[in-house]
Antibody, heavy 116, light 106 residues
Framework: QVLLVQSGAEVKKPGASVKVSCKAS????????LTWVRQAPGQGLEWMGW????????HYAQKFQGRVTMTTDTSTNMAYLEVRSLTSDDTAVYYC?????????WGQGTLVIVSS | EIVLTQSPATLSLSPGERATLSCRAS??????LAWYQQRPGQAPRLLIY???SRATGIPARFSGSGSGTDFTLTITSLEPEDLAIYYC?????????FGQGTKLEI
């Protein structure tokens, strides 16, 4: 079965960077794009971007352009989300998801807390 | 970017009643619209794709309709486990976007 397992919670200071990982299993990793979505405490879902493991093509929400990098490693079926120059507004649960037209599989989420 | 506006923000109903949730897009998304359910403390779950098609395992009491800019998620005969926040998502253009959510209280 399709499974996405994310790395554990992180606590970072303002100005630092964080790298969240997402380990995929149960399917051919290179064939499906991966989406990253975040959710601040008590807030809605915010679409951050998408990456194709097959060729590295990405689409980012304009809000995150230049501050976020999505990468994949097809040898280990891993996806990564790096967010730089963190502020308290980046405190959120970060999800990876494999979305196709008719199904969607989500990781369990990674809590990132930004606090001095 | 396409803005999705959901209404109402909160909906309070009783078990057995019918819920009607709305999602309006700032420009046409054809039928490339999905609905997600997020129960407390859980990751979102896909309910509806392509505006009106139920995802695998979704009960028949969930139905979607609409095209272009106006969409509706209908839940007939509410059950207590339907307590959740419901989000629409457009899949027509990059960047994908979500609505702000409708909280369903049972």
């Amino acid at each position: 079965q399709v499974l996405l397992v994310q790395s554990g919670a992180e606590v970072k200071k303002p100005g630092a960077s964080v790298k969240v990982s997402c380990k995929a299993s149960g399917y051919t990793f290179s064939l499906y794009g991966l989406t990253w979505v975040r959710q601040a405490p008590g807030q809605g879902l915010e679409w951050m971007g998408w990456i194709s493991p097959q060729n590295g093509n990405t689409h980012y929400a304009q809000k995150f352009q230049g501050r976020v990098t999505m990468t994949t490693d097809t040898s280990t079926n891993m996806a990564y989300l790096e967010v730089r120059s963190l502020t308290s507004d980046d405190t959120a649960v970060y999800y990876c998801a494999r979305e196709t037209w008719n199904d969607a599989y989500w990781g369990q989420g990674t809590l990132v807390i930004v606090s001095s | 970017e396409i803005v999705l506006t959901q209404s109402p923000a909160t909906l309070s109903l009783s078990p057995g009643e019918r819920a009607t949730l709305s999602c309006r897009a700032s420009q046409s998304v054809s039928n490339f619209l999905a609905w997600y359910q997020q129960r407390p403390g859980q990751a979102p779950r896909l309910l509806i794709y392509d505006g009106s098609s139920r995802a695998t395992g979704i009960p028949a009491r969930f139905s979607g309709s609409g095209s272009g800019t106006d969409f509706t998620l209908t839940i007939t005969s509410l059950e207590p486990e339907d307590l959740a926040i419901y989000y629409c998502q457009q899949r027509s253009n990059w960047p994908r976007t979500f609505g702000q959510g409708t909280k369903l209280e049972i």
